[in-house]
T-cell receptor
Framework: GAVVSQHPSWVICKSGTSVKIECRSLDFQATTMFWYRQFPKQSLMLMAT?????????EQGVEKDKFLINHASLTLSTLTVTSAHPEDSSFYIC???????????FGDGTRLSIL | AQKITQTQPGMFVQEKEAVTLDCTYD???????LFWYKQPSSGEMIFLIY??????QNATEGRYSLNFQKARKSANLVISASQLGDSAMFFC??????????????FGKGTTLSVSS
């Protein structure tokens, strides 16, 4: 079945570091991927919609200069958290649309901890 | 604006019993899709079941069934014969345009289900 791979699973780094998270669709092409953020014991909140070959669409309140999204190919979208601070610590998870008759498939998520 | 409401922060059930997780929604769209996902403590999102707004029959997938009441805008998840492995967070979600549309999902706050032996 369709699989979405997300890497890394865990990141612990110092404040001020930039962190890149990759979301790959395996064995299928995904023209659209979504990035969500989830704080502990809370719901998933959409951050942005990533479209292959064009600029991402960010949700209100999400800083596009802080959360850089690049969807350079049909199988890869990346989220870069620039100059990360402790308040950026969260669970980040991506999803991709496999085909029109299937629901979105999620990656396994990335737990980001900024010290 | 679309909204999903899950009013049960936590639910407790004994093994082999049935449990209903509540979900109500609000949308002005005529075509939409309703989903339930399970999120264990490891974090991955596991798709359970889908109901389209035009589907007349309630969706069923194994032990999961969706009690869709369109007029009341509710899409409750029923888990029959609960198992210990069902203990997790359950999210109700909605998309515009049904399952196949290329839109993001809007999630409810989730319900933590605890199954005891």
């Amino acid at each position: 079945g369709a699989v979405v791979s997300q890497h890394p699973s865990w990141v612990i780094c110092k404040s001020g570091t930039s962190v890149k998270i990759e979301c790959r669709s395996l064995d299928f092409q995904a023209t659209t991927m979504f990035w969500y953020r989830q704080f502990p014991k809370q719901s998933l909140m959409l951050m942005a919609t990533s479209n292959e070959g064009s600029k991402a669409t960010y949700e209100q309140g999400v800083e596009k200069d802080k959360f850089l999204i690049n969807h350079a190919s049909l199988t890869l979208s990346t989220l870069t958290v620039t100059s990360a601070h402790p308040e950026d610590s969260s669970f980040y998870i991506c999803s991709a649309i496999y085909r029109v008759s299937q629901p979105q498939h999620f990656g396994d998520g990335t737990r980001l901890s900024i010290l | 604006a679309q909204k999903i409401t899950q009013t049960q922060p936590g639910m407790f059930v004994q093994e082999k019993e049935a449990v209903t997780l509540d979900c109500t929604y609000d949308t002005s769209d005529q075509s939409y899709g309703l989903f339930w996902y399970k999120q264990p403590s490891s974090g991955e999102m596991i798709f359970l079941i889908y109901q389209g707004s035009y589907d007349e029959q309630n969706a069923t997938e194994g032990r999961y069934s969706l009690n869709f009441q369109k007029a009341r805008k509710s899409a409750n998840l029923v888990i029959s014969a609960s198992q210990l492995g069902d203990s997790a967070m359950f999210f109700c979600a909605m998309s515009s345009g049904g399952k196949q549309a290329g839109t993001a999902l809007i999630f409810g706050k989730g319900t933590t289900l605890s199954v005891s032996s």
